[in-house]
Structure formats: structure tokens, C-alpha cells
Nanobody, 124 residues
Framework: QVQLVESGGGLVQAGGSLRLSCAASRRTFSNDAMGWFRQAPGKEREFVAAITWSAGNTYYADSVKGRFTISKDNAKNTVSLQMNNLKPEDTAVYYC?????????????????WGQGTQVTVSS
């Protein structure tokens, strides 16, 4: 099994920044994407951002474009999400996700591995 270890969540004021990291125990092989989904209380889990191991292509939800940046370190099997200009609506549990296809990048049911989740709280 692939284990995903997340870090970097916390409490920040609106307009502030946080950086999330997720380390995989090994590189996923079947499908190329790795990134994050998030889930706020009472809401469905939604796609946030992803990156492909092969080419480094990036994908973002419209709600975070221009504010969040995803990157990777292939040698460490690690992806990072730099979150800038955070807004209260970004408050959620952020779940690292791995091994799914970019064919339907926002399809959470296609994700094969999940991290434990890390809380991001943005105060107004």
C-alpha cells in the first residue's frame, strides 16, 4: 500500500499563506496524478490541485487559480501546495490524494490513495 503523510496545516488570517506537503511512501505507478482535495463542514469533498509525475503538468480548481501553486520533488516522492491570499472559504480539511488519472482530474472517486487530512482554518 502507498502511505501518504501530510503536513503544514494550521490557522491563518485572511490574506495569509500556508504551505502543505505530502510525502508518498513510494511513487504511484498506475496513474499519474498527485495532489489535494478538500472538504469543508457540511460540504462535499472537492478537487483543489494536482500535478503529474511524468511531465509536471498542473491542474487547479477555478476557486484557487492564481492563489495556489502545486509543485513536486520527484526524488522524495513529495508534492507541495503553496497557498497564498487565503480566504475564509478556503477553510477545510485538506486531503492529499494520489494515483488517479488526469482524464477526470476532479473525480474524487477515482483517487486510489488518501492522506489522513490536515486542517486549514482561515479566519476573517
Amino acid at each position: 500500500q502507498v502511505q501518504l503523510v501530510e503536513s503544514g496545516g494550521g490557522l491563518v488570517q485572511a490574506g495569509g499563506s500556508l504551505r502543505l506537503s505530502c510525502a508518498a511512501s513510494r511513487r504511484t505507478f498506475s496513474n499519474d496524478a498527485m495532489g489535494w482535495f478538500r472538504q469543508a463542514p457540511g460540504k462535499e469533498r472537492e478537487f483543489v490541485a494536482a500535478i503529474t509525475w511524468s511531465a509536471g503538468n498542473t491542474y487547479y480548481a477555478d476557486s484557487v487559480k492564481g492563489r495556489f501553486t502545486i509543485s513536486k520533488d520527484n526524488a522524495k516522492n513529495t508534492v507541495s501546495l503553496q497557498m497564498n491570499n487565503l480566504k475564509p472559504e478556503d477553510t477545510a480539511v485538506y486531503y492529499c490524494a494520489a494515483d488517479w488519472s488526469t482524464k477526470n482530474i476532479a473525480a474524487l472517486r477515482s483517487v486510489n490513495y488518501w492522506g489522513q487530512g490536515t486542517q486549514v482554518t482561515v479566519s476573517s
